[in-house]
């Protein structure tokens, strides 16, 4: 190995500093009780799978894209369920509308996922 690569226990480690734990450990179970929740509500997989995909592997990834290091972990915390209820109300409204456009209500969940990633990649832009 090269001095310059750094080994995977330092990689993880940092990783486990950097605040994207306490982000993960807040989304993932967020992301789950939506999930489920959503599942029973609407009686179908594909919109409750998507929305748990938007809370649980994007909300993460938009505050590891968008936010700074060094933050305090109740301020990642508190983006994390800030984010994650922009992402639920997007990927809601995108999903009533939608099902106005098109019966099919797989083809709405795909369509509130595209509306609700396009739109949390605009708001994270303007927010920044």
Do not use: K
């Amino acid at each position: 190995m090269s001095s310059t690569n750094s080994s995977l226990r330092d990689r993880f480690r940092d990783d486990l500093r950097s605040g994207s734990l306490p982000v993960l450990l807040t989304a993932v179970p967020l992301a789950m009780a939506v999930g489920l929740g959503s599942g029973w509500y609407w009686d179908e997989f594909a919109g409750s799978f998507l929305l748990l995909v938007t809370i649980g592997v994007l909300v993460p990834y938009a505050h590891e894209t968008s936010q700074s290091r060094g933050q305090s972990r109740m301020r990642d915390v508190l983006w994390t369920v800030g984010a994650s209820a922009a992402a639920c109300a997007l990927f809601a409204g995108g999903y009533l509308l939608a099902g106005t456009l098109v019966a099919d209500s797989m083809h709405a969940s795909v369509i509130a996922f595209v509306a609700t990633v396009l739109g949390g990649a605009v708001l994270l832009r303007l927010v920044r």
